[in-house]
């Protein structure tokens, strides 16, 4: 019962996580920081390139969510525990999302103009999305 709920949980905070500041971004320490979400990321992502806008959406907000509904339906045995395996790609995807955002915030600390500090809305959304990968682990152990 208790990895049920800590699943259903997942559904409320991923929401939460898409909104909290990923980073603090700024040119120069001079000029201030802006803080980047998930979803203000995405907002400048739909206005210059549509491509980049659908694979991060896709990975940041459809694969982890998808994969948490799907582990729930597994978990109240209202989806066939067949389609884990389909489950953990999507968590697999999601965390492609993760490691692109740290992999941008290297990259840009590179540059002397620049000032990034990592916010506490990454490790939130990097830890729903390592917590779901958990679950369903979990999940899968208990069933097999």
């Not at 459809?62 to 109240?76: D, R």
């Not at 917590?131 to 369903?136: M, Q």
């Given at each position: 019962m208790t990895i049920r709920l800590l699943t259903l949980s997942l559904l409320v905070l991923y929401p939460v996580a898409w909104f909290a500041p990923l980073m603090h971004a700024g040119l120069l320490p001079i000029f201030g920081l802006s803080e980047i979400s998930v979803i203000t990321g995405?907002?400048?992502?739909?206005?210059?390139d549509v491509i980049?806008?659908?694979?991060?959406?896709?990975?940041?907000?459809?694969?982890p969510y998808l994969k948490t509904i799907g582990?729930?339906?597994?978990?109240?045995?209202?989806?066939?525990p067949r389609a884990q395996p389909v489950l953990h790609i999507l968590g697999k995807l999601a965390m492609a999302?993760?490691?692109?955002i740290a992999l941008y915030i290297t990259l840009a600390k590179g540059i002397g103009y620049v000032t990034i500090e990592v916010a506490w809305g990454l490790y939130m959304f990097t830890g729903c999305i390592l917590s779901s990968i958990t679950l369903g682990l979990i999940s899968e152990k208990r069933r097999g």
């Amino acid at each position: 019962m208790t990895i049920r709920l800590l699943t259903l949980s997942l559904l409320v905070l991923y929401p939460v996580a898409w909104f909290a500041p990923l980073m603090h971004a700024g040119l120069l320490p001079i000029f201030g920081l802006s803080e980047i979400s998930v979803i203000t990321g995405l907002q400048s992502l739909w206005g210059s390139d549509v491509i980049l806008a659908l694979v991060v959406t896709t990975f940041a907000i459809f694969a982890p969510y998808l994969k948490t509904i799907g582990l729930a339906l597994v978990q109240w045995n209202l989806l066939d525990p067949r389609a884990q395996p389909v489950l953990h790609i999507l968590g697999k995807l999601a965390m492609a999302d993760v490691f692109l955002i740290a992999l941008y915030i290297t990259l840009a600390k590179g540059i002397g103009y620049v000032t990034i500090e990592v916010a506490w809305g990454l490790y939130m959304f990097t830890g729903c999305i390592l917590s779901s990968i958990t679950l369903g682990l979990i999940s899968e152990k208990r069933r097999g």
